[in-house]
């Protein structure tokens, strides 16, 4: 079975810097589409970054310049550095996972999901 699991939320102060990874098993993960979504309390899912199985990106425009995404395909691993943290980030953010190679932010059609890792920002 495929398997997500995130770390690396925490609480941090306005304006520092948090790194999310997302350790994936159960299947080979270098042509998934793969991103990261987030949900604060009262809002839907948001799509944040996403990255296709070719190496391509995507941001939502709210973090562009601040974060990055990325994959370890040897160790199948995907990466969410977010840097000057802003308190709106706050949220659960979650990864997702897809067999099909680029699903963008069509955030109702990845086929996996973690559990979810809370960042809270102040």
């Known amino acids: 079975d495929v398997q997500l699991v995130e770390s690396g939320g925490g609480s941090v102060q306005a304006a520092g810097s948090l790194r999310l990874s997302c350790a994936a098993s159960?299947?080979?993960?270098?042509?998934?589409?793969m991103g990261w979504f987030r949900q604060a309390p009262g809002k839907e899912r948001e799509g944040v970054a996403v990255?296709?199985?070719?190496?391509?990106?995507s941001y939502a425009d709210s973090v562009k310049g601040r974060f990055t995404i990325s994959k370890d395909n040897a160790n199948d691993t995907l990466f969410l550095q977010m840097n000057s943290l802003k308190p709106e980030d706050t949220a659960m953010y979650y990864c997702a996972a897809d067999p099909r190679w680029w699903l963008y932010f069509r955030t109702d059609e990845y086929a996996y999901w973690g559990q979810g890792t809370q960042v809270t920002v102040s």
């Open positions: 990255i296709n199985g070719g190496g391509s990106t």
């Open positions: 159960g299947a080979t993960f270098s042509t998934y589409s």
